[in-house]
């Protein structure tokens, strides 16, 4: 079965800094992954995903990630924070293709401080 | 152009009664999943419908049931009701077709609460 583990439930970095956020998954088939991002009292947005094609993804506001199917990771990093990136962020993996169906992980909230 | 749209915002209820969520979805999709998000928690899915069928379920029980009309637009209903219930209920609208989880857009949810 398909599952996601994203290591460290609270980041906190200083306004500038490298964000680093870990997600690792497990998938019996090649995956499509993604990372969302949701700000308080709102709905999930889509940061960057990974569907087939060049491992290092881009994608808003800065962010990025690489696959790594060795390690079976998907890390989020973005080079300099910024105090509106503080969010929580999730990780997700979809079981069966392009279906609309996503596993998510635990969640990290991102703390930035000034 | 509004993007998906969920009723009620917040939602109280007590142990043992029913419940319905609404959603509405963007404009062009024809798709729309349910989400349930646990305080804490990552949202799981809960089931996809398309064309009025539920096309995928998760691992819910069946006291809770959907419906989708023919506008596209979706109801859940949760039926006695449990404190275990209380959280965050999120619709996504996709497409049909290509690149579907590209294209999943998610509301602001309807936050429950089980008393």
């Known amino acids: 079965a398909q599952s996601v583990t994203q290591l460290g439930s609270h980041v906190s970095v200083s306004e500038g800094a490298l964000v680093l956020l870990r997600c690792n998954y497990s998938?019996?088939?090649?995956?499509?992954l993604f990372w969302y991002v949701q700000y308080p009292n709102q709905g999930l947005q889509l940061l960057l995903k990974?569907?087939?094609?060049?491992?290092l993804v881009k994608g808003i506001n800065g962010f990025e990630a690489e696959f790594k199917k060795s390690e079976t990771s998907f890390h989020l990093t973005k080079p300099s924070a910024h105090m509106s990136d503080a969010a929580e962020y999730f990780c997700?993996?979809?079981?069966?293709?392009?279906?609309?169906?996503?596993?998510f992980g635990q969640g990290t909230t991102l703390q930035v401080k000034p | 152009d509004a993007g998906v749209t969920q009723s009620p915002t917040h939602l109280i209820k007590t142990r043992g009664q029913q419940v319905t969520l609404r959603c509405s979805p963007k404009?062009?999709?024809?798709?729309v999943s349910w989400y349930q998000q646990a305080l804490g928690q990552g949202p799981q899915f809960i089931f996809q419908?398309?064309?009025?069928?539920?096309?995928q379920r998760g691992n819910f029980p069946d006291r809770f049931s959907g419906h989708q009309f023919p506008n596209y637009s979706s109801e859940l209903n949760v039926n006695a009701l449990l404190l275990g219930d209380s959280a965050l209920y999120l619709c996504?609208?996709?497409?049909?077709?290509?690149?579907?989880?590209?294209?999943?857009?998610f509301g602001s949810g309807t936050q429950l609460s089980v008393l």
């Open positions: 419908y398309y064309e009025e069928e539920e096309r």
């Open positions: 996504a609208s996709s497409t049909t077709g290509l690149a579907t989880n590209e294209k999943l857009f």
């Open positions: 404009s062009g999709h024809d798709t």
């Open positions: 998938s019996s088939v090649p995956p499509y």
């Open positions: 997700a993996v979809s079981p069966s293709g392009n279906t609309g169906k996503l596993i």
């Open positions: 990974y569907t087939t094609g060049a491992t």
